[in-house]
């Protein structure tokens, strides 16, 4: 299985994101996908995820992001994509797309066996 994320860089505060993630070697379809970041010195937290069905954000979970934050997946391209608005330095972070079997969200990291390397995203004001 392969994930990998693309899009991280360097943003302003109050501008917007686009992560990519595009897998190869699953069953597309058959998989939830989530987003997860770490900021520096903290635990891995789950920003959203968007189950086999949807084509757009099944759940959002991170407080902190709830009403900026959009995912979608394209079953064609087998990508997955994370929209963030409004952005905030805490924003900051190595953002993670990553796969769960049974194509049901989870805020749970225990449930993605599949894991994209991640990519950084740094919000600056």
């Known amino acids: 299985v392969q994930m990998e994320e693309s899009g991280g860089g360097s943003f302003q505060t109050g501008g917007s994101l686009r992560l990519s993630c595009s897998v190869a070697?699953?069953?597309?379809?058959?998989?939830?996908m989530g987003w997860f970041r770490q900021a520096p010195g903290k635990g891995r937290e789950a920003i959203g995820c968007?189950?086999?069905?949807?084509?757009?954000?099944?759940?959002a979970y991170a407080a902190s992001v709830k009403g900026r934050v959009a995912i979608s997946r394209d079953s064609a391209e087998w990508t997955v994509s994370l929209r963030i608005d409004s952005l905030r330095p805490e924003d900051t972070g190595i953002y993670y797309c990553?796969?769960?079997?049974?194509?049901?969200?989870?805020?749970?990291?225990?449930?993605?066996?599949?894991w994209g390397q991640g990519t950084q995203v740094t919000v600056s004001s």
């Open positions: 070697g699953l069953s597309f379809r058959e998989y939830a």
């Open positions: 990553a796969a769960a079997r049974g194509g049901y969200c989870s805020e749970s990291p225990t449930e993605y066996p599949f």
């Open positions: 968007i189950d086999y069905r949807s084509r757009s954000t099944t759940a």
